[in-house]
């Protein structure tokens, strides 16, 4: 148990106490009986040894719960506030870029996309691109994917499926390719800096629900990646539960109508 919890801390940040032992011993026999071995040890050494497996046991043991418009008073704030004082500094045509980690199976992406397109006027005046990024690949391969079953969809306006979605197939309905096809999806550690090293610079990110699964040095760590990856005046969207005061003073605290957020001054 505690080298499983050690080993997924040094590759992920994310922290797995004595009250996941349960959780933890489930995931690690599915990859044990998939991979025919029978001795913990000697999976923990093979895991160690190769990318693909370790790749596979992270995929595990990530959780990916989301859906369509989570927590849209973001999206509102995105485009009432945060993209209308960004693009003072900008001119038509300009590049705006926007970062969803993690994005898990693509809904937050594309939720942005989506949102955009149907909230903001001025969209088509910029150049707006969209990356999303995860830590568990096979997360990343569905987003690419683009087929969704109701429970995601659920929030979304009837208008909003039969714009972007097509009819439905065998209970899901997938992102039409023009939308799907202008996501890009890029894996990253956001504790592991040389995952991070060819992103660029972002003008707003949405980093929500991530920080609460780790201890303090590997917030810290985040927090110093998400602030190097800021460009300045860049806005920073946490999860409802999540506060960067906590963690790091470079950020400053913004309260605007819909949302708190945290920009890079």
Same mark, same amino acid.
């Given at each position: 148990m505690k080298r499983v919890a050690d080993l997924l801390y040094r590759w992920t940040g994310m922290i797995f106490g004595e009250n996941k032992r349960y959780y933890i011993e489930r995931r690690i026999g599915e990859r044990m009986r998939t991979?025919?071995?029978?001795?913990?040890?000697?999976?923990? #050494?093979?895991? *160690?040894?190769?990318?693909?497996?370790?790749?596979?046991?992270?995929?595990?043991?990530?959780?990916?719960?989301?859906?369509?418009?989570?927590? #849209?008073?973001?999206?509102?704030?995105? *485009?009432?506030?945060?993209?209308?004082?960004?693009? =003072?500094? =900008?001119?038509?045509? #300009?590049?705006?870029?926007?970062? *969803?980690?993690?994005? *898990?199976?693509?809904e937050e992406p594309y939720s942005i996309a989506i949102w955009l397109l149907e909230n903001w006027p001025l969209v088509d005046a910029y150049n707006i691109e969209i990356v999303g990024s995860d830590i568990d690949t096979a997360a990343m391969d569905q987003a690419r994917a683009g087929f969704y079953a109701s429970r995601s969809l659920a929030r979304l306006p009837e208008t909003v499926l039969r714009t972007y979605f097509e009819p439905e197939r065998n209970h899901r309905r997938k992102i039409i390719d023009d939308l799907r096809e202008s996501i890009r999806f890029l894996p990253a550690n956001l504790v592991d800096r040389s995952t991070l090293a060819s992103f660029g610079t972002f003008d707003v990110i949405l980093c929500r629900n991530l920080l609460i699964y780790f201890d303090d040095a590997s917030r810290l760590l985040?927090?110093?990646?998400?602030? #190097?990856?800021?460009?300045?005046?860049?806005?920073?969207?946490?999860?409802?539960?999540e506060s960067m005061n906590r963690i790091s003073d470079r950020f400053t605290l913004a309260r605007l109508q819909d949302a708190i957020v945290y920009r890079r001054p």
């Open positions: 991979q025919g071995q029978i001795a913990p040890g000697a999976y923990l #050494d093979f895991a *160690s040894g190769h990318l693909a497996e370790r790749e596979a046991l992270i995929n595990a043991f990530t959780i990916n719960e989301t859906y369509f418009y989570r927590e #849209d008073h973001q999206l509102a704030a995105l *485009s009432r506030e945060i993209l209308p004082e960004l693009i =003072k500094t =900008k001119r038509p045509g #300009d590049l705006v870029r926007i970062w *969803s980690m993690p994005c *898990s199976t693509g985040a927090a110093a990646n998400l602030f #190097d990856l800021m460009n300045p005046g860049g806005f920073l969207c946490l999860g409802h539960s």
